[in-house]
């Protein structure tokens, strides 16, 4: 059985709690992972898994198919992702880099 979640309302409704202020990083991250809907403003939750991970985390990291790494990595599970495989996480077709 699949647990649904939070609704769109309770989602925004918590954001606009700031429910995350005063807990722990590592806590808030791995609510948040663990929840289908966002319910805090997307810098707060990077900041948050940066400081519990203790590594930069990339926007691209939080689609869906990476937050089973993610989750994992925070459980102590994986371990932290090189730059390689962060970059191979960005479809074939939209990767850009520029070397300088």
Do not use: Y
């Not at 995350?20 to 991250?29: F, T």
């Amino acid at each position: 059985m699949e647990i649904e979640g939070l609704t769109t309302d309770q989602a925004i409704r918590m954001a606009q709690s700031s429910w995350w202020v005063g807990m722990s990083p590592r806590d808030v991250a791995m609510f948040q992972l663990n929840e289908r809907r966002i319910c805090m403003p997307l810098s707060k939750l990077v900041d948050c898994l940066q400081e519990a991970l203790g590594r930069p985390v990339w926007h691209h990291e939080l689609c869906s198919d990476s937050i089973g790494g993610l989750r994992a990595e925070l459980r102590g599970d994986r371990r932290a992702p090189s730059f390689h495989e962060i970059v191979s996480l960005i479809p074939a077709d939209k990767r850009i880099l520029i070397e300088i």
